[in-house]
């Protein structure tokens, strides 16, 4: 439970910033957040500049907001959004009254109307008399991206869900082929086609504003889709499997359909607006930036004491996480990743973007490279390095990192005169001395290493 303390400021009570989960997040520091922040205030009591270099989903950066300076980067644009959102807060009438525009949107019941077959459809499948008929859900969910018959690849799908598609696409034929973006994308995949048009119809409004209200909007926008996803953990790395290992139907497919994609997108978007636009921060100078750490680190300023990096560390980690995230933020239409099986090009089940970031963190031949920059560049800016990792079971199912603790304690070694490993999470704030560093690490859920010229 992360602790509520009030501060004495100028005579009156200030309430600190509370956690905000924006996005359900692969490796979210949610929950060691409050000692995370005794940490750096232990190391850096003067309250001097933060930067947060590989940002996410801005947890951290929104947490140490409240009395210091925030440089958040990530090489992602959703990242960038999401973090402009939480730490350059906008909270005026417009955004108040956004929500009730959006809500009475003319283009909604047009854009409804475009894609009525393939919503009844679904409509039928999911909470009808079709939802009874489980190997047809199935052959629905497993053929429903719109995508890909658009791109009239071979389609196993039921003549009801051909002759719904044939029916959409004609009516797509008056629009630019960059319309519909969440719709062409994502529906019937990671969201039913309802909430994907009504995403769509979000996107056209936001697009109407001015650009300053851009990133709290489109920050809404992901936080909405984030909630209503329909994959198992909320994650976006691949849709729903609605089989099991021997081809017949989840027990709880159906229940679970109903729970995700019966949520109203237009009521949790104006939740997330209203959520957004209570934030506080402390400081107007906030940045926040998009680019590569070194780059990063190459301008960090003067005004910086501390560097935190929580690059990924398995090849799980990354875009193919948030590619859903990533391509809503930049509306940007991408090309489709492709695989070959049986002889046939298919799009990837997970419809990932052709063209993606791959973190040299991941990567098990250039992880080691990557970090011994990491702690160069770092060192060389005469900064303080907390570098979050987390320890994995071996004797469990779950990915090995591709560098290890002891690796890593040697590289920083070489730039750092001290490195001290603290464990976070289920731990106590009790160092680690040297002769049981390697083995209490690897039982921690989190540990930060601490690295100081």
Known sequence: ????????????????????????????????????????????????????????????????????????VDIQNYSQVICSALLKPISDSFIHTFHEKVAN?????????????????????????????????????ENASLYSAISNTPNNGSKKLKDAFTSSIQKLDIFDKNTFLATKYFGGIYFSYKQSVLLDVILTEIKKTDIKYHNILMASLLSTASDIVNTVGKQFAQPIRPRNKNGEPKKQLIKQLRKDRNLDVI???????????????????????????????????????????DPPYTRDHYSRFYHVLETLS???????????????????????????????????????????????LVSDKNKI??????????????????????????????????????????????????TDLHLEAEKAAEVLIICQI
């Open 267 to 309: 009521k949790i978007f104006g939740q997330w607006i209203n959520k957004y636009s209570k934030i506080k921060v402390s400081s107007e100078n906030n940045e926040i930036q998009t680019m590569d750490y070194k780059e990063a680190l190459e301008k960090v300023k003067d005004d910086i004491a501390l560097v935190y990096a």
């Open 1 to 72: 439970m992360i602790k509520q303390n009030r501060i004495e400021f100028e005579s009156e009570l200030i309430e600190p910033v509370q956690p905000f989960r924006t996005i359900h997040y692969l490796g979210s520091k949610l929950r060691v957040l409050e000692q995370l922040k005794e940490i750096v205030d232990e190391l850096d009591p003067k309250k001097n500049g933060f930067l947060d270099l590989f940002a996410g989903s801005g947890s951290v950066s929104q947490y140490l907001s409240f009395d210091r300076k925030i440089v958040s």
């Open 385 to 434: 390095l907390l570098l979050s990792y987390s320890p994995y079971d071996k004797s469990k199912e779950s990915h090995p990192r591709v560098v290890e603790i002891k690796l890593l304690e040697s590289l920083a070694l070489k730039y750092f005169s001290k490195v001290e490993i603290r464990p976070l999470g289920n731990f106590s704030h009790s160092k680690l001395n040297k």
């Open 330 to 376: 930049l509306v940007d239409y991408p090309l489709i990743s492709t695989t070959n099986i049986g002889g046939f090009e298919h799009f990837s089940r997970g419809l990932y973007r052709k063209e993606r970031e791959q973190s040299d963190f991941c990567i098990k031949s250039k992880a080691p490279k990557a970090f011994e920059q990491l702690f160069k």
């Open 105 to 141: 949107s003319v283009f909604t019941s047009k854009y409804l109307s475009i894609f009525d077959s393939l919503i009844d459809l679904e409509e039928n499948i999911i909470n009808g008399q079709l939802s009874q008929n489980l190997d047809l859900v199935c052959n629905f969910l």
